[in-house]
């Protein structure tokens, strides 16, 4: 009996511990090397790592998504010495609704190859602004940029890194088998170079086959028949514990 218990724990921690297999990078953006100017969109903002899986034909630069400018410099000490994108706000948007209404944005997308989704994770940041009134918000194209997933307003002490990590675990981001951006809005209270400063963007899931419906209607009936037999093992090795 107690093998038979032993195969069944393993059984359901098969079950249980399948969805969650351990998160790799889908891309990363860490900026390594200061740029030469201002850009909307540059192959030197491309990602440093791509999961291998994604699709070749999608942009996955940084850049372009609406009217902030965008660069790669060291106006002060970064965490770990190197660059980090200084996206410059349109001037006059002030606010995070003033940048929500004028794209004062800028973003990355990406798309699984075909026959694969994508479980996302988790988004990672460090972000900095050089003045505190200064903010940002991000948003994603998987509920057309109406949801804000984070944002920071002008709270916080100024030059100094925080890291930030979105949750991402939510059903919205999972089983992903089409195009998706992340995009990030800023804003500052001053004209001119006024830059919220993102390094080592870092977006983290798994890249599956595209589950098959018929697997997925079977699923949870194969896990209650489990669990019900472990429930009637255990009933009659109580039982006959008392009788022995
Ligand atoms: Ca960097
Ligand atoms: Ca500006």
Not at 34 to 41: A, D
Request: proline share 7%; hydrophobic share 45%; net charge negative.
């Amino acid at each position: 009996m107690r093998a038979v218990h032993a195969a069944i724990g393993c059984l359901a921690v098969i079950c249980f511990a399948a969805p969650s297999v351990r998160a790799e990078i889908i891309l990363q953006y860490t900026f390594p090397t200061i740029g030469t100017g201002w850009v909307k969109t540059a192959d030197w903002l491309a990602p440093d790592e791509i999961h291998p899986n994604l699709k070749d034909s999608v942009d996955m630069r940084i850049g372009d998504a609406g009217t902030a400018w965008l660069a790669v410099w060291n106006w002060y000490p970064s965490q770990d010495g190197t660059p980090y994108l200084n996206a410059d706000p349109a001037d006059g948007v002030g606010t995070a609704d003033g940048a929500i209404f004028w794209d004062s944005a800028f973003s990355f997308s990406f798309e699984p190859e075909p026959g694969l989704a994508i479980n996302l994770s988790s988004l990672e940041f460090d972000v900095a602004r050089r003045y505190a009134d200064r903010g940002w918000v991000l948003r994603s194209s998987l509920d057309n940029f109406s949801g804000t997933l984070a944002e920071q307003t002008g709270a916080s002490a100024p030059t100094t890194w925080n890291h930030v990590s979105v949750d991402l675990s939510p059903e919205t981001f999972q089983n992903i088998a089409g195009p998706v951006t992340f995009r990030f809005y800023v804003y500052a209270s001053t004209g001119g170079y006024s830059t919220v400063d993102f390094d080592n963007i870092t977006l983290n899931g798994t890249v599956v086959p595209v589950p098959e419906p018929a697997i997925w209607w079977l699923l949870p009936a194969g896990v209650v028949g489990v669990v019900a037999a472990a429930a009637r093992g255990r009933r009659r090795s109580r039982g006959l514990t008392a009788t022995s």
